[in-house]
């Protein structure tokens, strides 16, 4: 791989406090060594080692399709505080990419059955990470290459949430414009344009080949959109070396992404500074932004991972806050944005966003339209059931207003649509979905 100096721009690992874990103690890095570079390759990585910088290209070398498997080589060996600077691939090893036609999209999946669709990079070594201690990842730049795709597939494979409305398959392919931060959806439709990994994961603690779809305490398929540049994810460790992946790259992601897909693309730069934070309690992965806090809950069951979200958030805002487990709860009560990550990786995920800052308490979910967004609401003692509700009534609603075919609708909501989780009362809960009306932009 060539030297790219342009790809260390924000590469600075970060020195701040680890306020989320007030009893450990984050370990002080080792200088990085100024080991050549070969001395890496001659262990059989495929990399260029620079200084404290692993370039780690995406080739038939270091990417996997579809399984991790703890017993993969590792293509990079790195020590705390390193950086690593990733490429990554679409879809199936790259067999996803402009122009391909939805029969042979559809192909790949029936072909490789229970292998996930996702590439993924990696698995990085990390020396010094062991069990029980906590991989503090984070991202300090990412750049998509210019094109995604979203893609819905056909009815009878049962993928999707909506596989009997709508039997169709299609695909959809997009240039993203990076100088304007936008994708085209259609004429007059703009999609901002958002990248993160939907895959960033360790090794689980079982050996052996397991599919890259499920989520879980490794990370893996989290499909969380706030993932964002400028985030760190924290990942308990449950083997030595930690072993990272990261790959099904997303440029844009809708809350819930009901439509199987996002808009899937491969990043040119993947660019995060790795640090092994020693002997630190965490049972599921947890992201912190410059603003807020989030903690996460993943179930089969949506109504069992929106229980498991309140567990986690009770349990990290007692200790954060010094409060007790009721007070925390109240806490989340009122200052928690609360909301689902996705409901098709077969493991269904939410997420908690908690402010940092003292601010006002979060207001309730709009039951009905505002001045920024379009709003569906509906409320089930089966969480699932009120988000299929409120999802299939903000699809509807804009394949009507907005003169849209249903098919186009429902890719929409799976690249845009906000799905938020209102309070669980009398055994009943509220699923609010927004779609911003910023979506829609004048014609020059």
Known sequence: ??????????????????????????????????????????QGFVGQYQG??????????????????????????????????????????????????????????????????????????????????VLKIRINRI??????????????LKLGQFPDKFTEAQVKHFYLDLGRGVTE????????????????????????QYSTVPPGAYG???????????????????????????????????????????????????????????????????????THWITMGYDRDLNKAI???????????????????KEALQYMRDYGDCRVAEIVNQVKGTYCMLPKKASPKQAPNPTKDTRDSYVTAATDKDAMAAMNLSAMQMIERIADQKKLSMLNSYALASLAMDARIGRVESGAVTIHNLMPRSLWVKKA
């Open 52 to 133: 404290g910088v692993y370039l780690l290209p995406a080739n038939s070398e270091t990417v996997q399709w579809g399984w991790f498997n703890n017993a993969e080589t590792p293509r990079a060996r790195i020590k705390s505080g390193d950086t690593v600077v990733m490429e990554t691939m679409m879809a199936s090893l790259n067999q996803i990419l402009p122009g391909v036609p939805i029969e042979e999209i559809t192909r790949l999946r029936v072909d490789n059955p229970g292998r996930g669709p996702h590439s993924v990079t990696g698995p990085i070594f990390v020396e010094g990470a062991m069990p029980g201690d």
């Open 220 to 290: 893996g398929n989290l499909d969380c959109r706030e993932l964002v540049q400028g985030t760190t994810i924290y990942l308990p460790v449950f083997v030595d070396g930690a072993l990272l992946w990261s790959g099904d790259s997303h440029a844009a992601q809708g809350n819930g992404e009901i439509n199987l897909t996002a808009i899937e693309s491969a990043f040119s730069e993947l660019n995060m500074t790795i640090e092994v934070l020693k002997k630190t309690p965490l049972s599921f992965p947890r992201i912190e932004t410059p």
């Open 1 to 42: 791989m060539p030297k790219r100096r342009d790809f260390l721009l924000g590469s600075a690992a970060t020195a701040t406090a680890i306020s989320m874990f007030p009893h450990a103690h984050a370990q002080t890095p080792d200088q990085p060594s100024k080991r050549p570079e070969m001395n890496a390759l001659k």
């Open 307 to 325: 229980a498991m979200l309140e567990e986690e958030t009770v349990k990290f805002v007692s200790n954060w806050k010094r409060i007790s487990s």
């Open 143 to 156: 750049v998509p290459r210019s094109y995604g795709a979203n893609w819905n597939l056909p009815g009878n």
């Open 185 to 208: 959806f259609l004429p007059g439709i703009e999609i901002p344009v958002r990248p993160f990994p939907g895959i960033i994961g360790v090794a689980r603690a079982e050996s052996g």
